[in-house]
């Protein structure tokens, strides 16, 4: 026996294998505890992976609002990372175990048979968890593959909605085709009219063709007018109370031979230009008048503004309601040339197409205001039968 009261060698080998099987006990345990909640882990992401019709896919689920997972957040990307750490969780216990088992007790005190058992057992589970953490970080990468492209779709189709907004802001129009509309002006007011957009450039010569319809009395009215700052009259059409119809340039003026107010369709053109002021008038093809000293040498303003259906006695306003134009309008085009008698007839009989190259008839170039309309015109076949 040793003195200061110290076991025997076999009581203290005995003592040391006693608490190194309690240690041992104590570390199964854990370790089976730590299995089941991996195969608890696993049978629930067993479940969110699920394809049948029971528990459907965690996207599924997601979508409808269920929590897969107890108390998992709902967000995939939430799930994946949640799972990840709390495998990352278990893996580090295990660590911390073997470190524990070997600072308790020295590998070569234990029987090589339950050492071998545990360090397999180890491998085993920190295999397992590899392979988890692997499943996990691959679906989290599908799950990023498939939000992306999801992302890339849904973009594309907002650009291509955007695109279609803009084009119909631009003005794609409601008709069949841009130009085949016409202006409704069914009141002698001074608020009906329409406005062309675009403005004129400075003109030498111009044409200017319309289709009128009207049979209003007495006179038809103004069907257009060009005012510009310091001359209201820069370029006028009118028919005003038993006069005969007027073409003002600079507030000079030309009485043309036209006679269009019996309700009937008619084709209209008249042509100017600075050198000697030299006009023609037209009538459905044909030439019906001619003069000259029109405000010769007289260049057209530019950047005023053109009025449908109203006379302007100041740039775009101080309509007078018995110069207003009471009818139907289409048609309206303006060329920076005298355009050539045949082109003229052929515009007339429906022949060819020639929209104006200063200003063409197209619908997102004309505004109407005061109860004004816009509406399918008669096709030129049919204003032609209307002759």
Same mark, same amino acid.
């Given at each position: 026996?040793?003195?200061?009261?110290?076991?025997?060698?076999?009581?203290?080998?005995?003592?040391?294998?006693?608490?190194?099987?309690?240690?041992?006990?104590?570390?199964?345990?854990?370790?089976?505890?730590?299995?089941?909640?991996?195969?608890?882990?696993?049978?629930?992401?067993?479940? @969110?992976?699920?394809?049948?019709?029971?528990?459907?896919?965690?996207?599924?689920?997601?979508?409808?609002?269920?929590?897969?997972?107890?108390?998992?957040?709902?967000?995939?990307?939430?799930?994946?990372?949640?799972?990840?750490?709390?495998?990352?969780?278990?893996?580090?216990?295990?660590?911390?175990?073997?470190?524990?088992?070997?600072?308790?007790?020295?590998?070569?005190?234990?029987?090589?048979?339950?050492?071998?058992?545990?360090?397999?057992?180890?491998?085993?589970?920190?295999?397992?968890?590899?392979?988890?953490?692997?499943?996990?970080?691959?679906?989290?990468?599908?799950?990023?593959?498939?939000?992306?492209? +999801?992302?890339?779709?849904?973009?594309?189709?907002?650009?291509?909605?955007?695109?279609?907004?803009?084009?119909?802001?631009?003005?794609?129009?409601?008709?069949?085709?841009?130009?085949?509309?016409?202006?409704?002006?069914?009141?002698?007011?001074?608020?009906?009219?329409?406005?062309?957009?675009?403005?004129?450039?400075?003109?030498?010569?111009?044409?200017? @063709?319309? !289709?009128?319809?009207?049979?209003?009395?007495?006179?038809?009215?103004?069907?257009?007018?060009?005012?510009?700052?310091?001359?209201?009259?820069?370029?006028?059409?009118?028919?005003?109370?038993?006069?005969? $119809?007027?073409?003002? $340039?600079?507030?000079?003026?030309?009485?043309?031979?036209?006679?269009?107010?019996?309700?009937? !369709? +008619? +084709?209209? =053109?008249?042509? !100017?230009?600075?050198?000697?002021?030299?006009?023609?008038?037209?009538?459905?093809?044909?030439?019906?008048?001619?003069?000259?000293?029109?405000?010769? %040498? +007289?260049? $057209?303003?530019?950047?005023?503004?053109?009025?449908?259906?109203?006379?302007?006695?100041?740039?775009?306003?101080?309509?007078?309601?018995?110069?207003?134009?009471?009818?139907?309008?289409?048609?309206?085009?303006?060329?920076?040339?005298?355009?050539?008698?045949?082109?003229?007839?052929?515009?007339?009989? =429906?022949?060819?197409?020639?929209?104006?190259?200063?200003?063409? %008839?197209?619908?997102?170039?004309?505004?109407?205001?005061?109860?004004?309309?816009?509406?399918?015109?008669?096709? @030129?076949?049919?204003?032609?039968?209307?002759?």
């Amino acid at each position: 026996m040793q003195g200061g009261g110290g076991l025997p060698p076999e009581e203290g080998l005995k003592a040391t294998v006693l608490q190194l099987r309690e240690t041992i006990l104590q570390q199964k345990e854990t370790i089976g505890n730590q299995r089941e909640a991996i195969r608890e882990l696993t049978a629930k992401l067993g479940r @969110c992976e699920s394809p049948d019709g029971k528990g459907g896919t965690w996207r599924k689920e997601l979508a409808k609002g269920k929590d897969t997972m107890g108390d998992l957040p709902r967000d995939p990307g939430q799930v994946i990372d949640q799972l990840s750490r709390t495998m990352q969780a278990l893996k580090d216990r295990l660590e911390s175990l073997e470190h524990q088992l070997r600072a308790n007790v020295s590998y070569a005190a234990l029987p090589p048979d339950l050492r071998e058992m545990l360090q397999r057992r180890l491998g085993d589970l920190e295999r397992q968890l590899l392979s988890k953490v692997a499943e996990l970080e691959s679906e989290k990468t599908l799950i990023h593959n498939e939000t992306s492209t +999801h992302r890339l779709r849904t973009e594309a189709a907002l650009n291509a909605l955007l695109e279609r907004v803009s084009e119909l802001e631009r003005g794609s129009s409601a008709f069949k085709s841009p130009d085949e509309f016409k202006v409704s002006l069914p009141l002698r007011t001074n608020y009906l009219y329409g406005k062309i957009k675009k403005t004129l450039p400075e003109l030498y010569a111009f044409t200017v @063709c319309l !289709w009128l319809k009207s049979s209003a009395s007495p006179g038809i009215g103004t069907p257009f007018s060009y005012a510009v700052p310091g001359q209201a009259n820069e370029v006028v059409l009118i028919e005003w109370g038993n006069n005969p $119809i007027e073409l003002l $340039i600079n507030d000079k003026v030309a009485q043309l031979p036209l006679f269009i107010s019996d309700g009937k !369709w +008619h +084709h209209i =053109c008249v042509t !100017w230009m600075t050198r000697d002021g030299m006009w023609e008038a037209f009538q459905d093809g044909e030439k019906l008048g001619t003069g000259d000293n029109l405000a010769p %040498w +007289h260049p $057209i303003k530019p950047g005023g503004v053109l009025i449908l259906g109203q006379e302007q006695d100041t740039v775009g306003g101080r309509f007078d309601a018995t110069q207003a134009f009471v009818g139907e309008m289409s048609q309206f085009n303006i060329w920076d040339r005298v355009l050539k008698p045949e082109d003229i007839m052929n515009i007339a009989n =429906c022949s060819t197409n020639m929209p104006g190259n200063i200003i063409p %008839w197209v619908d997102n170039n004309v505004d109407v205001f005061g109860g004004a309309a816009k509406w399918p015109v008669e096709t @030129c076949e049919e204003r032609l039968l209307d002759l």
